[in-house]
């Protein structure tokens, strides 16, 4: 483990340390083209602003992908990371457009590409059933609510007017840069000084192989699963057999596995190299080992579903619970748009109406 | 997940570090459309962008550790999204319907001093 720094040193330390300021510049330098980008109406300064954006996109990622192979003896570096890059960048571009965009309708459409891009991301990172949940749960229903309500209170467009002035005028475009420039800084400080590249690459060294006992693991609880896939190995590695033995003589038909045997303490797997094996009772009673090679353990949408209900219950109960609360929310706040005369009631009544008059922006 | 095609090649830390700085990024420019924006369902829309962000960083996170239980929050962000989205919404068409106005500067009486 590490020790922890006295703070005043770390500061100094992420001062002075050239690796930083090249970072934080990089961060700057992005920064800076995301307040050119949200200027109103000016278009040499867009474009202007998106030069500079891409520009500091790209200094961080050479910089990022540098630090990347410094924390892992350069051995995966071969192989630029193509497509995590192009889905970063789509992301990026995507997320860029949404803020800066002057129609909200375009501005959820771009997030739609930001999720896809995300989705992409995830099936990069190995996490195939969250990157499709992922699609179908936002770019399908969530950004369908979202463009419902957006054409529902919309203002109907006036000829001329264009859009609402409140979409076209970003508020305190600079001090919302600022802020975020000074987390991003700090997050990818935080992500991608050396102390943590270290850190992630030594959980890195072991992680593949934990990946592969957490699977086994899993297997181990789901008897069904684990039946059919000692018979899928063994099916292959008959066929292998057969095929090597000679082909086309023998017609013989292939054992059934019927069971697999468990040790008193339920446990069936054995490890061995590249895999792990069973002990499995034939239809005829005898007994065989069957070998299971790792590329046959479950995939990632089972092992999802057995931590979600094995590792976390209470907080599938909970996400439950909240989902049913937001449905009563949800009818609750929908039966309160009947009241709708209430203005006009107040302007019977000779009190100020609440609503502002006029369209297009209701300047106070 | 071994045998990946070649363009889905496993390029290890670099792959990590692209996914943490995009989550950076996602949750940066997030935070200003939210800051910026002036349209309310904008505002919202940012702060999914942040949840993306965050689901993000836990599923690389997870890829590191070769954990799952990234993925598993993840599907509670998604859960908690989903609830956000259902009641924000609900809310911004009541506060439309009261001013007319998407503009969030329309309620800034709500705020102190």
Same mark, same amino acid.
């Given at each position: 483990?590490?020790i922890?720094?006295?703070p005043t040193?770390?500061?100094?330390?992420?001062?002075?340390?050239p690796a930083?300021?090249? !970072?934080?510049?990089?961060?700057?330098i992005?920064?800076a083209g995301?307040?050119?980008?949200?200027?109103?109406g000016?278009?040499?300064?867009?474009?202007?602003?998106?030069?500079?954006? !891409?520009?500091?996109?790209?200094?961080?990622?050479?910089?990022?992908?540098?630090?990347?192979?410094?924390?892992?003896?350069?051995?995966?570096?071969? *192989?630029?990371?193509?497509?995590?890059?192009?889905? &970063?960048?789509?992301?990026?571009?995507?997320?860029?457009?949404?803020?800066?965009h002057?129609?909200?309708?375009?501005?959820?459409?771009?997030?739609?590409l930001?999720v896809?891009?995300?989705?992409?991301?995830?099936l990069?990172?190995?996490?195939?059933?969250?990157?499709?949940?992922?699609? *179908?749960?936002?770019?399908?229903?969530?950004?369908?609510?979202y463009?419902?309500?957006?054409?529902?209170?919309?203002?109907?467009?006036?000829a001329?007017?264009?859009?609402?002035?409140?979409?076209?005028?970003?508020?305190?475009?600079? &001090?919302?840069?600022?802020?975020?420039?000074?987390?991003?800084?700090?997050?990818?400080?935080?992500?991608? &000084?050396?102390?943590?590249q270290?850190?992630?690459?030594?959980?890195?060294?072991?992680?593949?192989?934990a990946?592969?006992?957490?699977?086994?693991?899993?297997?181990?609880?789901?008897?069904?699963?684990?039946?059919?896939t000692?018979?899928t190995a063994?099916?292959?590695?008959?066929?292998?057999?057969?095929?090597?033995?000679?082909?086309? @003589?023998?017609?013989?038909?292939?054992?059934?596995?019927?069971? *697999?045997?468990?040790?008193?303490?339920? &446990?069936?797997?054995?490890?061995?190299?590249?895999?792990?094996?069973?002990?499995a009772?034939?239809?005829?009673?005898?007994?065989?080992s069957?070998a299971?090679?790792?590329?046959?353990?479950?995939?990632?949408?089972?092992?999802?579903?057995?931590?979600?209900?094995?590792?976390?219950?209470?907080?599938?109960e909970?996400?439950?619970?909240?989902?049913?609360?937001?449905?009563f /929310?949800?009818? *609750?706040?929908?039966?309160?748009?009947?009241?709708?005369?209430?203005?006009?009631?107040?302007?019977?009544?000779?009190?100020?109406?609440? @609503?502002v008059? /006029?369209?297009?922006?209701?300047?106070? | 997940?071994?045998?990946?095609?070649?363009?889905?090649?496993?390029?290890?830390?670099?792959?990590?570090?692209?996914a943490?700085?995009?989550?950076?990024?996602?949750?940066?420019?997030?935070?200003?459309?939210?800051?910026?924006?002036?349209?309310?369902?904008l505002?919202? $829309?940012?702060?999914?962008l942040?949840?993306?962000?965050?689901a993000?960083?836990?599923?690389?996170?997870?890829?590191?550790?070769?954990?799952?239980?990234?993925?598993?929050?993840?599907?509670?962000? $998604?859960?908690?999204?989903?609830?956000?989205?259902?009641?924000?919404l609900?809310?911004?068409?009541?506060?439309?319907?009261?001013?007319?106005?998407?503009?969030s500067?329309a309620?800034?009486e709500?705020?102190?001093?």
């Amino acid at each position: 483990m590490e020790i922890a720094l006295p703070p005043t040193q770390l500061l100094a330390e992420a001062i002075a340390s050239p690796a930083a300021i090249a !970072l934080t510049s990089a961060c700057a330098i992005g920064a800076a083209g995301l307040a050119l980008l949200m200027q109103p109406g000016k278009k040499g300064l867009r474009i202007a602003g998106t030069v500079i954006a !891409l520009a500091g996109f790209a200094m961080l990622l050479v910089e990022v992908i540098k630090r990347a192979s410094t924390g892992d003896d350069g051995a995966t570096t071969a *192989i630029p990371p193509v497509f995590p890059v192009i889905f &970063s960048f789509i992301a990026l571009a995507g997320a860029v457009r949404m803020v800066t965009h002057p129609k909200p309708v375009f501005a959820a459409l771009y997030f739609i590409l930001v999720v896809i891009a995300t989705a992409g991301m995830f099936l990069l990172l190995g996490a195939e059933f969250m990157a499709f949940s992922l699609i *179908i749960v936002y770019a399908g229903a969530i950004l369908i609510t979202y463009m419902f309500v957006l054409m529902l209170a919309q203002q109907s467009p006036v000829a001329g007017v264009g859009d609402a002035w409140y979409d076209r005028v970003p508020r305190e475009a600079v &001090s919302a840069v600022v802020v975020g420039f000074v987390i991003l800084a700090t997050l990818s400080d935080a992500y991608f &000084s050396e102390r943590t590249q270290t850190q992630l690459a030594d959980a890195r060294a072991n992680g593949e192989s934990a990946a592969i006992e957490r699977s086994w693991e899993r297997l181990e609880g789901m008897p069904k699963l684990l039946l059919e896939t000692a018979r899928t190995a063994h099916e292959d590695q008959w066929r292998a057999a057969q095929r090597e033995v000679a082909a086309g @003589t023998t017609a013989a038909t292939m054992p059934e596995i019927v069971s *697999i045997e468990q040790k008193a303490d339920r &446990s069936a797997l054995r490890r061995i190299e590249g895999g792990v094996s069973v002990t499995a009772t034939l239809a005829d009673g005898s007994t065989i080992s069957v070998a299971i090679p790792d590329a046959l353990r479950p995939d990632n949408s089972r092992q999802v579903g057995v931590d979600l209900v094995s590792k976390f219950p209470a907080g599938l109960e909970i996400a439950g619970v909240v989902l049913l609360m937001a449905l009563f /929310g949800a009818v *609750i706040l929908a039966r309160k748009q009947i009241e709708l005369g209430e203005d006009e009631r107040r302007g019977l009544a000779g009190m100020r109406r609440i @609503t502002v008059d /006029g369209e297009a922006g209701g300047m106070r | 997940m071994t045998d990946n095609p070649i363009f889905l090649a496993d390029t290890g830390a670099a792959t990590i570090n692209v996914a943490l700085l995009m989550s950076a990024l996602l949750f940066v420019i997030g935070l200003v459309g939210f800051l910026s924006r002036r349209n309310m369902i904008l505002m919202f $829309l940012c702060t999914e962008l942040m949840f993306q962000a965050a689901a993000l960083a836990m599923i690389a996170f997870g890829k590191v550790h070769g954990d799952l239980s990234g993925q598993v929050f993840v599907i509670f962000i $998604l859960t908690v999204a989903a609830a956000e989205a259902a009641l924000a919404l609900g809310l911004v068409v009541l506060l439309y319907r009261r001013r007319e106005t998407l503009d969030s500067e329309a309620w800034s009486e709500l705020r102190e001093a």
